[in-house]
């Protein structure tokens, strides 16, 4: 079955340093996977798309890999600060109608002054 | 309105009763959809508004569960007989067009509380 993997539930890290979040998927051929943040109390906001055909994709301090042999992506926030603190989601289009978009379950991110 | 708006923001309600959660997407947006959020799980679709083409409904987990979408705006998702499993926060997104390459813009969520 299909199925999409963040493989941290909880991830704490020291303000300045660099925090790397996994989102794999099984059972997928996906042409876009998107990545969301999610505060306590809101619904996830979006943060970046990547494409299959794109290695990297960049924002200000975020940048997505997105490895479709490895069935993989990578999140990556540089010189994180406390403000980056919340839940982490990565999407991808399941089967089916094209608005099923399916959610990781998510991984916590703590950065501590 | 500037964003996806959903009512109530809170709702308790007793085992059994019926209840209606309400969500406003954004304006010329053409695809809406619901998810339910429970505690510590990720999000879980249940219904999929685009345009005029029939919902996917393929996310309902049963046939207590019902959404329309009048006048291609607003959408009301309801929940009959409700059970305490059904606790959870529900959340309605819209997106422009409902391409998978396309963006979702997410509402904070209706808080159900079943008793």
């Known amino acids: 079955s299909q199925k999409i993997e963040q493989n941290s539930e909880a991830l704490n890290i020291q303000e300045g340093k660099t925090a790397t979040l996994t989102c794999n998927y099984t059972n997928y051929s996906p042409a876009y996977l998107q990545w969301y943040r999610q505060d306590p109390g809101r619904g996830p906001v979006f943060l970046l798309l990547i494409r299959e055909n794109e290695k990297e994709k960049r924002k200000e301090r975020l940048k997505v890999t997105f490895d479709t042999t490895l069935k993989q992506s990578l999140f990556h926030i540089t010189a994180s600060q406390p403000a980056d603190s919340a839940t982490y989601l990565c999407?991808?289009?399941?089967?089916?109608?094209?608005?099923?978009?399916?959610f990781g379950k998510g991984t916590k991110l703590s950065v501590k002054p | 309105g500037a964003g996806v708006s959903q009512s109530p923001s809170n709702k308790v309600t007793e085992k059994g009763k019926d209840v209606e959660l309400r969500c406003d997407p954004i304006s010329g947006h053409t695809a809406l959809y619901w998810y339910r959020q429970s505690l510590g799980q990720g999000l879980e679709f249940l219904i999929y508004?685009?345009?005029?083409?029939?919902?996917?409904k393929s996310g309902l987990p049963s046939d207590r569960f019902s959404a329309e979408r009048t006048g291609g705006s607003v959408s009301t998702l309801t929940i009959q007989r409700t059970q305490q499993e059904d606790s959870a926060v529900y959340l309605c997104a819209s997106s422009l067009q409902g391409t998978a390459n396309e963006k979702l813009f997410f509402g904070s969520g209706t808080q159900l509380s079943v008793l």
């Open positions: 508004f685009q345009g005029n083409s029939a919902p996917d």
């Open positions: 999407a991808l289009k399941g089967r089916g109608s094209q608005g099923n978009l399916i």
